[in-house]
Structures are given as C-alpha cells and as structure tokens.
C-alpha cells in the first residue's frame, strides 16, 4: 500500500468521521432491522 502524506489536522478530521460513523452504525442497523420487519425494503422507505 502507498503511503500517502497527511497533515495532522486532516488525521485529526479523518479520526472524528470514523468516530461518528462507528456511533451511528448501531442506529442504522436497528433501523434496518425494524424496516425488515416492516417487509420489502423497497417498498418501506420509513
């Protein structure tokens, strides 16, 4: 893999999204389950 060159700031930004991301997996996920229960997934755009 090629080492790509970064500020500390831009670590500190990627660091934070990541963060983020990974509290809001747990929401998205029950939220797909609630939709499945729901049904098609298509169809309930809930």
């Known amino acids: ?6 500020t500390l ?3 500190q930004k990627l660091r934070a999204e990541l963060d983020r991301l990974l ?5 998205i996920s029950e939220a ?10 298509k169809e309930n755009a809930e």
């Open 32 to 41: 797909i389950a609630e939709a499945r229960e729901l049904g098609d997934l």
């Open 23 to 27: 509290k809001l997996r747990p929401q």
């Open 9 to 11: 700031r831009g670590e």
């Open 1 to 6: 893999m090629e080492k790509v060159p970064m």
